[in-house]
C-alpha cells in the first residue's frame, strides 16, 4: 500500500510535466513586442506586454507583433505631372502603435505591410509627385517630401501605423529627359551671362554719358560768368598761367592781365 501510495504522486507528476511540454500554457512577449490573445476567436481588449503569461491551451492562442521603429528602404515608378517617368527611391521608418496592436491584428491580420503600408505608401506618393512637373520636382524635393510625409502621418495614423519619418533619397528620370534639363540649365545660364553682360554695358554708357551732360553745364556756366565778369575772366588766366611771360619780338615782356586792378 505504500509503494502504491508513494507511485501515485510521481504518476500525476509526470502526467503534469509532459502536459506542460505538449501543451505550454506560458507564452513570451519579448522586448519591442505586444502580445495578444485570442479566447476561441474572440481577440482580447487589452495587448499585452513585455514579459511571461500564460495561456489555457486548446482554448487559447497567442500571437505577438513588433511594436519596434522599423526602417525601410525601397524604389517605385511614378509620373510627374507633365508625364514624365521618374523612379523615386526612398526611405521610411514607422511603427505599430504598441496599444492598438490588437485592433491591427483583429482589422488587418500580421500581415499589414502588404496590405496597408504599401499601398498607401504608393499611392501617397503617386499622389504628391503627380502634382508636380519634373524640372520643378529636382528643385522642390524637400517641399514634396514634407507633404508626402504629413499625408503618410495623417492616413496611416487611422491604421494603427505612425510614420516617424520619411525621404526621397534619389529622384531619377530617363537619360534622354536628364540631357534635356542639363541643356535647358546650361542655355539659361549662357542667356544669363549675357543679360548682365548687356546691363553692365548700359549701365556704363549711361554713367558716360551722365559725366558728359554734367561737363557739359559745368562748361555752359562757366562760359556765362567769364562773359558777365572781367575780373572772373583774369582769375581764370592766373589759374591757368605758368609763371612765365610772354616774349615779344622787340624784346619787352609785357603782363598779359592787368595786376594793378585798374
Not at 507511485?7 to 512577449?29: A, E, Q
Not at 482580447?44 to 519596434?68: A, C, N, W
Not at 553682360?197 to 554713367?207: I, N, P, S
Amino acid at each position: 500500500m505504500d509503494k502504491k501510495f508513494l507511485g501515485l504522486p510521481v504518476v500525476v507528476l509526470c502526467l503534469l510535466v509532459c502536459f506542460l511540454i505538449l501543451c505550454n500554457p506560458f507564452v513570451m512577449v519579448g522586448p519591442g513586442e505586444r502580445g495578444i490573445k485570442i479566447t476561441l476567436g474572440k481577440v482580447s481588449p487589452t495587448p499585452y506586454t513585455e514579459g511571461l503569461h500564460t495561456i489555457f491551451p486548446f482554448i487559447q492562442k497567442f500571437r505577438t507583433m513588433d511594436v519596434k521603429t522599423q526602417r525601410n528602404t525601397l524604389t517605385t515608378e511614378v509620373y510627374t505631372k507633365d508625364i514624365q517617368k521618374s523612379r523615386i527611391t526612398y526611405v521610411i521608418n514607422y511603427h505599430v502603435q504598441p496599444d492598438k496592436v490588437n485592433k491591427l491584428f483583429q482589422e488587418v491580420g500580421l500581415d499589414y505591410e502588404s496590405k496597408i503600408l504599401t499601398p498607401v505608401v504608393e499611392g501617397t506618393i503617386k499622389d504628391i509627385i503627380g502634382k508636380w512637373n519634373a524640372q520643378d520636382l529636382i528643385a522642390n524635393r524637400e517641399r514634396a517630401t514634407g507633404d508626402i510625409l504629413n499625408k503618410l502621418q495623417s492616413s496611416l495614423n487611422d491604421n494603427y501605423i505612425n510614420v516617424t519619418d520619411f525621404q526621397m533619397t534619389e529622384i531619377n528620370y530617363s537619360d534622354v529627359f536628364e540631357r534635356a534639363i542639363e541643356s535647358k540649365v546650361t542655355a539659361e545660364q549662357e542667356a544669363l551671362r549675357a543679360k548682365n553682360k548687356t546691363v553692365q554695358v548700359q549701365e556704363e554708357a549711361k554713367q558716360k554719358v551722365i559725366a558728359a551732360e554734367a561737363e557739359a553745364r559745368s562748361m555752359a556756366i562757366r562760359a556765362q560768368a567769364l562773359s558777365q565778369n572781367k575780373s572772373l575772366v583774369q582769375y581764370e588766366a592766373v589759374q591757368k598761367w605758368d609763371g612765365k611771360m610772354p616774349q615779344y619780338m622787340l624784346g619787352n615782356s609785357v603782363p598779359f592781365i592787368n595786376v594793378t586792378g585798374k
